[in-house]
C-alpha cells in the first residue's frame, strides 16, 4: 500500500510559479512510476507528467513540456511538479499517483496507477 499526500497548490496570477509535492509513504517506490494527473471542471482527467523512481526518466504532455518539470527526492520518497509560466487553462485540481511496474506506452494512462492522492487545487487567474 502506498499513501500519498500532494500539497503546494494555490491561486497565482497568469505568469506565476507554483511547486506542488507529493510525499509517499507505506512502502519503497523501487520499480514505480510517479506521475502527475490533472482534472479541470467538466472536463476528463489527464496526463501531465511522470517520472520514473529508479533511474529518474521523465515524461510530459505537450501542453505542459518547457513549463513544468517533474522531479524527486528518493531520501523524502518525495516527487515535486515545478510549475512556471503559468496559465488560466492550466486551472484544476491536480493528484499525484503511484504505478507499479508501468511501461513507458501506459504512464500517460491514469487507469493504470494504482495509489491516488487526494488532489491539490490550482487556480490560475488571468
Known amino acids: 500500500q502506498v499513501h500519498l499526500v500532494e500539497s503546494g497548490g494555490g491561486l497565482v496570477q497568469a505568469g506565476g510559479s507554483l511547486r506542488l509535492s507529493c510525499a509517499a509513504s507505506?512502502?519503497?517506490?523501487?520499480?514505480?512510476?510517479m506521475g502527475w494527473f490533472r482534472q479541470a471542471p467538466g472536463k476528463e482527467r489527464e496526463f501531465v507528467a511522470a517520472i520514473k523512481w529508479s533511474g529518474g526518466s521523465r515524461s510530459y504532455a505537450d501542453s505542459v513540456k518547457d513549463r513544468f518539470t517533474i522531479s524527486k527526492v528518493t531520501t523524502q520518497n518525495t516527487v515535486f511538479l515545478q510549475m512556471n509560466s503559468l496559465k488560466p487553462e492550466d486551472t484544476a485540481v491536480y493528484y499525484c499517483?503511484?504505478?507499479?511496474?508501468?511501461?513507458?506506452?501506459?504512464?500517460?494512462?491514469?487507469?493504470?496507477?494504482?495509489?491516488w492522492g487526494q488532489g491539490t487545487q490550482v487556480t490560475v487567474s488571468s
Open positions: 499517483a503511484a504505478g507499479a511496474g508501468l511501461i513507458t506506452s501506459t504512464l500517460r494512462t491514469g487507469a493504470a496507477y494504482n495509489y
Open positions: 507505506g512502502r519503497t517506490l523501487n520499480g514505480y512510476v
